[in-house]
């Protein structure tokens, strides 16, 4: 049908807004049955200052997710404007791929260790958490509360330990093509 216009509804123009968004792009650590693990998260915040509490935003499906209620612990690890994507692309592997918006179907459908090749040290304040030793900044944390929001699980955690590795800008979603919101 030439010349007929598809028409946005109110939905479509609030998800074009909330694309808007810019965020920070985070490895999460985690750990299971002695077997560190990481996945991207750019919905991660500091939410007090006494206490130091974090706050990272959970799919309630996330493997990650079930970790970190098994265990109690894990780590933000903030990635390198500079390279920092090619870290980050290592460890996009969501139950639904089709969710975070700017990736191939071929870098969707890749399984694969995410750690293989990235240089870390596990954490022993976040027993057994990975701490890229690429990361600009880190923070080991221990989690105090779990939230139920929408489609998503909030997970805040008091932070027991952090610190910058090296001077750079932070990799944010300005810089990867990816969104993760909507």
Not at 44 to 62: G, H, I, K, N, T
Not at 108 to 136: F, M, N, T, W
Request: hydrophobic content about 40%; charged content about 25%.
């Amino acid at each position: 049908m030439v010349g007929r216009k598809i028409q946005k509804t109110e939905d479509d123009f609030v998800r074009e807004a909330m694309h808007e968004m810019p965020y920070g792009i985070y490895v999460i650590g985690t750990t299971r049955d002695g077997k560190p693990n990481g996945m991207i998260a750019d919905w991660v915040m500091q939410v007090s200052f006494e206490p130091r509490l974090v706050l990272a935003a959970f799919e309630r499906d996330s493997s990650s997710l079930a970790r970190i209620r098994d265990h109690g612990y894990y780590t933000v690890n903030l990635l390198p404007q500079k390279d920092g994507l090619l870290i980050a692309q290592r460890f996009v592997q969501p139950a639904n791929a089709a969710k975070v918006r700017g990736r191939s179907d071929e870098a969707a459908a890749q399984q694969h260790d995410k750690l293989a090749g990235i240089e870390y040290r596990l954490s022993e304040r976040a027993p057994g958490c990975p701490i890229l030793d690429d990361a600009v900044a880190y923070i080991e944390c221990a989690v105090q509360e779990f939230v139920e929001a929408g489609d998503h699980v909030l997970v805040t955690a008091r932070v027991l330990y952090g610190e910058v590795q090296h001077t750079g800008d932070p990799l944010t979603s300005m810089y990867t093509g990816w969104s993760y919101s909507g």
